[in-house]
Nanobody
């Protein structure tokens, strides 16, 4: 049973835009925090953005101003709007859900439900 599923990835030139979507099962959507993460080949998974049940958002500094996280509660769907994409944004992007916790909200260890990822490739 698929509980978290990303879509919307693709290949775009530098400066382009993409909008990622993540369909989440009703039970997982009610988790305290939802987030986007990414992993480039040979590198560890890193946080991108998160959103809490009340709509509060957090971003990694290098992406703030270019990326926007949002959600549609009626559709149980999480989104990541990515603008002004750069080659270094190339990675597999993952959607995840996690319970309430403490510390950094974009620490991957805080999340326990993950999608299989969607590839984003940005060329020069």
């Amino acid at each position: 049973q698929v509980q978290v599923e990303e879509s919307g990835g693709g290949s775009v030139p530098a400066g382009g835009s993409l909008r990622l979507s993540c369909a989440i099962s009703e039970s997982l959507y009610s988790r305290y925090c939802l987030g986007w993460f990414r992993q480039a080949p040979g590198k560890g998974r890193e946080g991108v953005a998160s959103i809490e049940r009340d709509g509060s958002t957090s971003y990694v500094g290098s992406m703030k101003g270019r990326f926007t996280i949002s959600k549609d509660n009626a559709k149980n769907t999480l989104y990541l709007q990515m603008n002004s994409l750069k080659p270094e944004d190339t990675a597999i992007y993952y959607c995840a859900a996690g319970p309430r916790g403490t510390g950094y909200v974009l620490n991957p260890s805080r999340y326990n439900s993950w999608g299989q990822g969607t590839q984003v490739t940005v060329s020069s």
